[in-house]
């Protein structure tokens, strides 16, 4: 935001020129479906003109400028310019791959003019080479080339299905190589009014810069036809994509780039698994520690999935998207998945083969996750093996992965999913990502993360869906934290593979099997003992305690244990980018007292929004994943630590704190088991907003 200027628009013309310009608009809408060709200068009808009543704002971000109601600021969320410049710098390597095969050059603006090498994405490409109707370039020949700012007949056909202001598309226009025209759509007669400006305020209408007011679902399901169909579709909508992504995955040429936003973060981290089932297909478990009533006790398990929440998020929308391709014998083919701040977004190629289609139930796996320890097992839904003749054969898989007891801890699973169980993202385009953005820093503001974050990406372990978290493994059983570097050279000493996970900064991806992790915590205990009499005989902690370790861990640090990414000082997680940060609420009507009241209710309702249709049952769920205010009161430190401690062996707790509600109360009376549960907001660890969240480079 530093660099964003802000000034005041003072709107000078006429209503009535405005509802003229739209009811001319709604006449040509009438007219059948919609066409790149007859709407070519989709903007010229509407000038010049602005709505009396507003007071604009303009900022600029990247080489657009955009002008907003200053009272309505749905239509700029200035931390998502983290997501907009990802998305140009994505499509502009995209786009190279895609003319690179044509045998056109992208010029990207302040790259250096050398040849760079195009490595085809993926066999898939190979198989497509053939279809390509030019040539690749003969030796000799001078290349032909596309520069920002100009049309190329052959180029990306883009299509920004909720653009809300234009914004995204007015920066592809002006900062994209290699396309051939963008639209810019929105359902909503007040948001293409205001594209209409922005197209003119950014003199992009030359760049075949169209705006259309089609409902997104019916201008996706018109354009099916192959040739009519769109290599770059980006939706971006508020809240959930689920309605539109069976339009998009047929609207999407073959081997075109779909990218896709979830902001339904409380859905996508099981806060009500059914919502979640409607909506993607699966079911998603819950992140927060689970309480379980066993014979009158209270065990707490810190689910060890806590911080995978955007991980499963991401692949729950993966899963989602490729079972929906797959009713039109497409797939999809992952080539980033990012988790940033309060949303996550995904990047996906769509193929077309019936072939390859019946491998996508190999690649779908449920999630058995144990209530009590958290230790989590993927049961794939098909098995794919190789057979003679270096066919694939598929059959259907044996299950399942664990016994009705956890074999750590006694307790039950839960089963979520399908996931998406195969690699979230292609690390050579990411690589082809991240090294122009490297070399090109000027070019995005926010290249520095992009930088740091795909960078995390690329030392990710590729083939380990899920991870545990550093947190999560010691307060299961109540010992002492081991620093990330510790606990990660254990498990290389130990013979296992270990990463980390841009979505936590606590993750510990590693492909050790549980019973190894704690074996592992196991030993750490020994050397800060925990209090056995402290601990209830049923809870996990003195269950897993009990158990010798069948493995000698050793905490010595060793090199290879500290990320490069860390060694470098790269800005890895962000910190929490501004006040009353999040996703906009919905465009709605009403000047600038109603966006004063917003803010307000904003303030009032942070970290608290919910689901709009929430039912009593949810709601109850809800509340018990906050801690009770008066149950905590009038402790002193060193009672709380007791009572932390003592609370298995203490079943009737209402007459703990000040609380004489006991089981009726709709907070809830569990311990904290760790930081992390006690601030009690609905989000994961690197994603909490609100003081003492932010985190940076070295805080692990
Ligand atoms: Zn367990
Ligand atoms: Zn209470």
Redesign the pocket.
């Known amino acids: 935001m530093s660099r964003a200027r802000i000034v005041l628009w003072l709107s000078l013309t006429l209503r009535s020129a405005r509802s003229l310009c739209r009811a001319r608009f709604m006449e040509g809408q009438s007219q059948g479906p919609p066409n790149p060709a007859a709407m070519e200068n989709g903007t010229q009808p509407c000038g010049e003109e602005r709505p009396p009543e507003a007071q604009e704002t303009t900022v600029t971000e990247g080489a657009a400028k955009i002008a907003f109601p200053s009272a309505n600021e749905v239509f700029y969320n200035p931390v998502q310019e983290f997501n907009r410049d990802l998305t140009c710098a994505v499509i502009t390597e995209f786009a190279r791959i895609q003319l690179g095969a044509k045998g056109i050059q992208i010029k990207v603006p302040g790259e250096k003019d050398v040849q760079k090498v195009v490595v085809d994405l993926s066999e898939q490409e190979e198989d497509k080479a053939e279809l390509k109707e030019s040539p690749n370039l003969a030796p000799g020949d001078q290349p032909r080339t596309a520069a920002v700012g100009e049309i190329c007949e052959e180029g990306l056909r883009v299509l920004e299905g909720l653009a809300a202001s234009g914004l995204r598309s007015i920066r592809f226009a002006r900062e994209v190589p290699g396309l051939q025209f963008v639209v810019a759509n929105d359902a909503s007669a007040r948001a293409v009014d205001l594209i209409r400006r922005n197209v003119q305020l950014n003199d992009v209408a030359h760049l075949r810069l169209r705006t259309w007011s089609f409902a997104p679902r019916m201008l996706m399901y018109q354009h099916q036809k192959a040739s009519e169909r769109f290599d770059v579709i980006d939706l971006d909508p508020y809240g959930s994509p689920a309605p539109f992504l069976d339009a998009a995955v047929q609207a999407v040429s073959e081997g075109g780039l779909l990218c896709v936003t979830c902001t339904d973060m409380a859905v996508l981290a099981g806060n009500s698994g059914e919502t979640c089932y409607s909506k993607y297909g699966a079911m998603a478990l819950k992140s927060r520690a689970c309480h379980e009533m066993v014979s009158g006790e209270v065990a707490v398990?810190a689910g060890l999935m806590a911080g995978t929440t955007h991980l499963q998020a991401l692949r729950i929308v993966l899963h989602s998207l490729d079972l929906r391709a797959n009713c039109y014998q497409r797939f999809v083919v992952p080539l980033l998945s990012i988790s940033a701040d309060f949303y996550v977004r995904v990047f996906v190629r769509v193929f077309t083969g019936q072939a390859k289609v019946k491998a996508s139930a190999s690649k779908q796996a449920l999630v058995f996750q144990?209530v009590?320890?958290?230790?989590f097992h993927l049961q794939r839904l098909g098995k794919a093996s190789g057979a003679s003749g270096g066919r694939v054969k598929f059959s259907a898989a044996c299950g399942p992965p664990v016994a009705p007891e956890?074999e750590?801890?006694?307790?039950r699973h839960q089963l979520g999913g399908p996931l998406w169980a195969e690699p979230l993202h292609d690390l050579d385009f990411v690589g082809h990502v991240l090294e122009a953005v490297s070399a090109n820093p000027s070019r995005f503001h926010t290249a520095e993360r992009i930088r740091g974050v795909l960078s995390v990406i690329t030392e990710e372990l590729p083939d380990v869906p899920l991870y545990y978290t550093l947190d999560q493994l010691s307060s299961t059983v109540h010992c002492s934290t081991p620093s990330l570097l510790q606990l990660r050279s254990a498990l290389l000493h130990a013979g296992f593979r270990v990463s980390i996970s841009h979505a936590c900064k606590n993750a510990v991806k590693t492909d050790a099997p549980s019973s190894a992790l704690w074996d592992i915590m196991r030993c750490w205990e020994k050397e800060c003992p925990v209090k056995r009499e402290r601990l209830s005989e049923t809870s996990?902690a003195f269950r897993i305690l009990s158990v010798e370790p069948r493995l000698q861990a050793n905490f010595t640090i060793r090199d290879d244990a500290n990320p490069s990414s860390r060694q470098r000082g790269l800005k890895r997680f962000q910190a929490n980018p501004e006040a009353n940060w999040g996703p906009r609420p919905r465009a709605r009507p009403g000047g600038k007292a109603a966006g004063e009241a917003m803010e307000e209710r904003r303030r009032l309702l942070q970290n608290k929004r919910k689901e709009p249709a929430e039912d009593p049952a949810q709601q109850a769920a809800r509340l018990k994943t906050f801690p009770c205010k008066r149950f905590k009161e009038k402790r002193n430190p060193t009672e709380a630590a007791e009572l932390q401690a003592k609370v298995h062996s203490q079943p009737p707790y209402s007459h703990q704190g000040t609380c004489q509600r006991g089981d009726q109360c709709c907070y809830s009376h569990s311990p904290p088991t760790s930081k992390v549960t006690t601030e009690a907001t609905p989000s994961d660890c690197q994603n909490s907003p609100g003081p003492g969240a932010a985190a940076g480079p070295g805080v692990d």
């Open positions: 398990g144990c009590g320890c958290g230790a956890c750590h801890c006694g307790q996990p």
